[in-house]
């Protein structure tokens, strides 16, 4: 089983000078990709240095851009994917590399609370993951984590799906999960980043959950659509009662109220229809 291990980077040259030879030293990877996101430091000599696959953006284009720029060019049958930033350690590796060999498809690195960057993200990372939950049916551990390992052929599958920004785990986790491949998790450590992050919790926060009503309504769509029209319906009836109180009377608003139940509903139905039209033609 031929491994790949893909590093997206940018500006984490102070990591890298360290990071590349920690992962040279284990020879568990046929060869070491370092996706350089438009880094104005001096990644490319520290790759020239040690001797490793430079894939250079002329600018910055986003974490999920390098991923899938990595992806395009490594050679393995398994990708790992880890960050640049130092966080995580090399030695953990063989954990996910044990799960694909057992059979699974992707196999994601689980951060424990003291792992988060700090409480908010903790707090939403938590959220996020009780979210996807719900719409793959499936339990999501770590929603967020960028150390992973996955068949190479089946993410390939997946790159048109992916954002160019920090949404590419979520997405793919989740791609995964409705696609019906195997997922699992393994515990891990991490240490502390090197270097200023570039993640921006709210405007990126705000992504991950369109990232998760996205690949819900493209897989499951009545699952989102099912809450909202029923949660229309009861304030629909909720109102009809209290004017029939009040006024002994059916208003416009009620009615209103519940032409948009059924039509969200159906509007939901219909997408479950197509949904399934889509995955019989892939199947074929």
Do not use: W
């Amino acid at each position: 089983m031929k491994l790949s291990i893909i590093i997206p980077a940018k500006n984490e040259a102070n990591s890298l000078k360290s990071l590349i030879p920690e992962l040279k030293l284990l020879s568990v990877a046929s060869e070491i990709i370092v996706v350089n996101d438009g880094s104005s430091d001096n990644t490319s000599e520290i790759c020239k240095e040690h001797n490793v696959k430079e894939v250079l953006h002329p600018y910055s284009k986003g974490n999920g851009a390098a991923v899938k720029s990595g992806a395009r060019e490594a050679t393995g049958d398994v990708l790992i994917f880890m960050d640049g930033d130092g966080q995580h350690r090399p030695e953990d590796i063989h954990k996910l590399v044990e799960g694909i060999r057992s059979g699974y498809d992707m196999v994601i690195g689980s951060r424990n609370a003291e792992g988060q960057a700090n409480i908010g993200r903790g707090f939403a990372n938590g959220l996020y993951n009780r979210l996807a939950s719900y719409v793959t049916g499936h339990e999501v551990k770590d929603l967020t984590s960028g150390f992973r390992a996955v068949n190479a052929l089946k993410f390939r599958e997946f790159l048109y799906l992916l954002p160019n920004g920090f949404s590419y785990p979520t997405t793919s986790t989740l791609a995964f999960f409705r696609a019906g491949y195997s997922v699992s998790y393994v515990g891990i450590d991490v240490k502390k980043r090197i270097g200023k992050s570039h993640l921006k919790p709210v405007k990126d926060g705000v992504r991950f959950l369109l990232i998760i009503f996205k690949i819900g309504t493209l897989y499951s769509p009545l699952k989102l659509f099912v809450p909202v029209s029923l949660s229309v319906f009861l304030l629909g009836v909720a109102y009809y009662c209290f004017t029939y109180i009040t006024q002994g009377r059916f208003t416009n608003m009620s009615a209103l109220m519940f032409t948009t139940s059924l039509v969200v509903f159906m509007v939901g139905l219909v997408s479950e229809q197509i949904t399934a039209l889509m995955y019989k033609n892939d199947n074929s």
